[in-house]
């Protein structure tokens, strides 16, 4: 597959990419607000194509039909009055469904697929803003945005992450099991690495940032810093 011209020499891009549970989804909003710059929550794109494919009942190894709910995916993002992240699908809000381990397992099955990946492709790289963009995910530094002027791998120790998922679960008032979201942790990862398609792995230019024993807030401040140096206010 050949790749395709992106937009990322023309516009300022911060791609932040990392294992689930690693904190990328928190990090990425806070480093856009602070810059005052667009989002792209790549996962959730993934996570609607599953919901949207199983709603309509298509068998799991049917690729074609799943590129096909991937390239007319109508899915749109806002923000609701209370300011947080609202996401829909054919018109019917999502938010919270998406968000489901259940539906992380089903968009992690699904990215497997070549033709998701490309049926996605030119949609993610149109979330980019001459204002700039921060793009959250597995692949954005390596495949959608390569030419990406500040490139993270944000990473965490299995049992942060999956101790993080399981707070953030429990806050939206989801039910979690520890014991059984590290093992659905572990077997992700090992999908998302091994597929051959745009596997999880830092692009060779990416900055690793390993954030086990950091907080939030130093994590943003380190991304933020990285930031000031390679785009210089003119
Ligand atoms: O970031 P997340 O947990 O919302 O992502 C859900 C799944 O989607 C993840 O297990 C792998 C897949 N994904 C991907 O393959 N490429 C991306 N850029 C983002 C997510």
Avoid: C
Wanted: hydrophobic residues 45%; aromatic residues 4%; without cysteine.
């Amino acid at each position: 597959m050949s790749v395709q011209a992106s937009k990322t020499d023309r516009f300022p891009v911060i791609t932040i990419d990392g294992p689930s549970g690693s904190g990328k989804g928190t990090i990425a909003r806070q480093v856009a607000t602070h810059l005052g710059w667009h989002l792209l929550d790549s996962g959730a794109l993934y996570r609607m194509v599953a919901l949207a494919s199983a709603k309509r009942g298509l068998p799991a190894d049917d690729e074609a039909a799943h590129a096909k709910v991937a390239e007319t995916l109508a899915a749109s993002f806002g923000v609701g009055a209370d300011g947080t992240e609202r996401i829909w699908l054919d018109g019917t809000e999502v938010s919270n469904e998406i968000r489901s381990e259940q539906a992380g397992n089903g968009a992690s099955r699904v990215a497997v697929m070549p033709g998701v990946r490309a049926g996605l492709l030119q949609r993610q790289r149109a979330f980019a803003r001459s204002t700039g963009l921060v793009a959250d995910g597995r692949d954005m530094g390596t495949v959608i945005f390569p030419d990406a002027g500040l490139k993270i791998f944000l990473t965490a120790s299995p049992e942060e992450r999956a101790r993080r998922r399981y707070n953030q679960l429990k806050d939206k008032g989801l039910s979690a099991n520890l014991a059984a979201l590290s093992l659905e942790i572990a077997e992700r990862d090992q999908r998302d690495a091994s597929r051959a398609v745009a596997p999880l792995k830092p692009a060779d230019d990416a900055v690793i940032v390993d954030s086990t024993s950091m907080t939030i807030d130093d994590v943003v401040a380190r991304v933020l810093e990285l930031a000031a140096a390679r785009f210089p206010v003119k």
